[in-house]
């Protein structure tokens, strides 16, 4: 089935030791989302990738970064992570042309631990 | 800017009974609207979305959604609930064609359906 992915599903860091999360989907899709969600609050966009194209939120801090290697792959790095990064950090996929509708399509999810 | 009000934190409801999740929306044009359920560590699941057309919406698990254009209403409905539909819910709106890949979110609700 095609769907998006998330490895890990649970990572633990340390307080500013760099942490990556890793997506990737088998959807096609051409856009490329990471969410930060925080104790069953709303998903709060960081950024997206548009094919190559990054586009940051304005008000993503400059401690969280995005690469997206190909199509099928895209990794949110953490460079130096807080207590106050600890979330569950969501990606999604969708496909954007003009006969779609956009929809976006969710992983399972990384929850990440700072001690 | 667009925004979401979802004016219940929590809605219980008997088993069996209809429940009713309640949305309503602000966006400049005409909307996407989507509602999308989460489990407990898990990722955003789809369930149905309105782009145009009927105004009743049908989706995953028996659920439907009724678009009230003058209400800016998009509330998701279940004629006879499950324990099993207990979860986190989200609706979430996009302006139709917007350049601006961004859904916004509201604050989610949780149901709880009672055996």
């Known amino acids: 089935d095609a769907m998006v992915i998330q490895n890990p599903r649970y990572q633990v860091t340390q307080f500013g030791k760099p942490v990556t999360l890793s997506c990737s989907q088998t959807?096609?899709?051409?856009?490329m989302y990471w969410y930060q969600q925080k104790s069953s609050q709303a998903p709060k966009l960081l950024f997206h990738y548009y094919d190559k194209d990054f586009n940051n939120e304005a008000d993503t801090p400059d401690n969280f970064q995005s690469r997206r290697p190909n199509t099928s792959f895209c990794f949110l790095d953490i460079r130096s992570p807080g207590l106050g990064d600890a979330a569950m950090y969501l990606c999604?996929?969708?496909?954007?042309?003009?006969?779609?509708?956009?929809?976006?399509?969710f992983g399972p999810g990384t929850r990440l631990t700072v001690l | 800017a667009q925004s979401v009000a979802q004016p219940e934190d929590q809605v219980n409801v008997a088993e069996g009974n209809p429940l009713t999740v309640k949305c309503t929306y602000s966006v400049s044009g005409n909307p996407y609207l989507f509602w999308y359920v989460q489990y407990p560590n898990r990722g955003l699941q789809f369930l149905l979305k309105?782009?145009?057309?009927?105004?009743l919406v049908k989706g995953s698990y028996g659920f439907e959604a009724e678009f009230n254009k003058s209400q800016t209403s998009f509330h998701l409905k279940k004629p006879s609930a499950l324990v099993s539909d207990s979860a986190l819910y989200f609706c979430a709106v996009r302006a139709f064609k917007s350049s601006a890949r961004q859904l916004t979110f509201g604050s989610g609700t949780q149901l709880t359906v009672l055996p």
């Open positions: 309105y782009i145009t057309g009927d105004n």
């Open positions: 959807l096609n899709h051409n856009v």
């Open positions: 999604a996929t969708s496909r954007v042309d003009e006969d779609s509708t956009d929809t976006q399509y």
